[in-house]
């Protein structure tokens, strides 16, 4: 990181570039409709296909979980091969192919649905290859952001990416509700069908400079062993990416840990009642709006190494106010950290996307972002089952705050060395 608080200039500059209005090029306009439409899609079968497996084959709390389990559980088992296929890729055609090959996934249960009924081992069996899909679209997309924007203006088209997916997240939920209250769930499910669709047709539009694979990939590493030990050998050089995914499983077992509580919390604990509970959940949109519309002016406000370290820590500290509500009063709190928590997270993760982007080389972009991207998944079912177990020995209350206390410790680690942002000067010099 910076030696003591003198930044290098080059470091100072870096946001005030970054800043600047962001001039739309053409791929970039497509690549957020595509988020935009994907997000809702996502949304939609997020709460459909547990209501199906509700619906049409009894399924009790288990057999849900067990499902919603199934659509992350490949992206971190293959993330190693999807790392290293997304490097060697066409850009273009892979999200192409891997978005078109959603709409048969997906469609298969509304189909079975309609012929007589789906069974379990076909919704698990949708549900993960879905997911695997997913995760392939996420890295690949994450990879070739910056051959499709200046680096100068990665943030801000970060910032844009997030925003679209926020909309969906709030957006689709919504419509997935209005749309299972009006037909059965299997229908419902057409939506993420349309929007893989019209993503991949979003994607068919990208210009042919992102139909070439990154310059570099493939040179030195002959088999797929070697292309993970190239790729592992970046995390290793890059202390950012240690600590990033350091602070992100930090964040991510105790936000997990937290959020697998809060709703009996809120409602045992606190006795909040249901239109509370609602509008603290609507906070978290509104923190979330928030960080997608200050990424920019926050990291031009306190430069980039400053933001990072400042957001992230913010975001684990803002986790206390969580059991801090069983003090009271409890609704002004709750809201309070969900505004906080929203726009501190969305900053830092807005910041260190773009850091990433820039320190890694585009050949082993695929790689570095799978690997994280399996760090992300896997940390938060993990902090679920564990504070779940142990709040029915210890209680709520001291397991909040113990994940409060495990997710402030995993962001602190981004202090320390005081030069991890060394990588991010190099990148902004040569930008």
């Not at 509580?261 to 603290?280: C, I, N």
């Not at 409890?330 to 996307?353: E, H, K």
Request: proline share 7%; glycine share 10%.
């Amino acid at each position: 990181m910076l030696k003591g608080m003198q930044a290098n200039s080059s470091l100072r500059n870096l946001p005030l570039a970054l800043s600047s209005p962001l001039r739309r090029p053409r791929p970039l306009p497509l690549l957020v409709t595509e988020q935009l439409t994907s997000s809702v899609g996502r949304q939609v079968t997020a709460l459909a296909l547990p209501l199906l497996a509700i619906v049409h084959l009894g399924a009790g709390p288990l057999g849900a979980s067990a499902l919603m389990a199934m659509t992350y559980l490949p992206g971190v088992l293959l993330s190693p091969l999807i790392g290293v296929a997304v490097d060697r890729a066409r850009p273009r055609r892979l999200l192409v192919t891997v978005s078109w090959l959603q709409v048969p996934a997906i469609g298969s249960v509304p189909l079975a649905a309609a012929l007589g009924g789906p069974t379990w081992p076909h919704l698990f069996a949708a549900a993960a290859l879905s997911g695997a899909l997913s995760s392939a679209q996420s890295v690949a997309s994450q990879s070739c952001l910056p051959r499709a924007v200046p680096a100068e203006r990665l943030l801000p088209a970060n910032s844009s990416l997030t925003g679209a997916r926020t909309v969906g997240l709030i957006s689709g939920p919504a419509l997935g509700g209005i749309l299972i209250g009006v037909v059965d769930p299997a229908p419902a499910l057409l939506v993420e069908c349309a929007a893989y669709a019209v993503g991949g047709a979003l994607f068919l539009a990208l210009p042919a400079s992102l139909n070439r694979t990154a310059e570099g990939a493939g040179a030195g590493a002959r088999s797929r062993i070697e292309a993970l030990r190239e790729g592992l050998a970046v995390i290793r050089r890059e202390t950012l990416l240690r600590r990033q995914a350091l602070a992100a499983a930090g964040l991510n077992l105790g936000g997990g840990a937290g959020s697998s509580l809060f709703v009996l919390y809120a409602d045992r604990e606190l006795g909040l009642p249901s239109w509370q509970l609602g509008t603290v959940y609507a906070a978290y949109a509104v923190g979330m709006g928030a960080g997608v519309l200050a990424a920019t002016s926050v990291t031009r406000a306190l430069g980039m190494a400053r933001a990072i370290r400042v957001c992230a820590v913010g975001a684990g500290a803002a986790l206390f106010l969580i059991p801090a509500a069983s003090l009271g009063p409890a609704f002004p709190v709750l809201v309070l950290y969900q505004v906080l928590f929203g726009l501190l997270a969305t900053v830092w993760s807005i910041a260190m996307t773009t850091g990433r982007q820039l320190v890694t080389p585009a050949h082993l972009l695929g790689r570095v972002n799978a690997f994280l991207q399996a760090v992300l998944t896997a940390t938060v079912p993990v902090g679920a089952f564990v504070g779940g177990w142990l709040a029915s020995r210890v209680g709520i209350v001291p397991v909040l705050t113990g994940a409060a206390a495990v997710a402030l410790a995993g962001a602190s680690s981004l202090w320390f060395p005081r030069d991890m942002l060394a990588g991010v000067e190099r990148a902004a010099r040569a930008s």
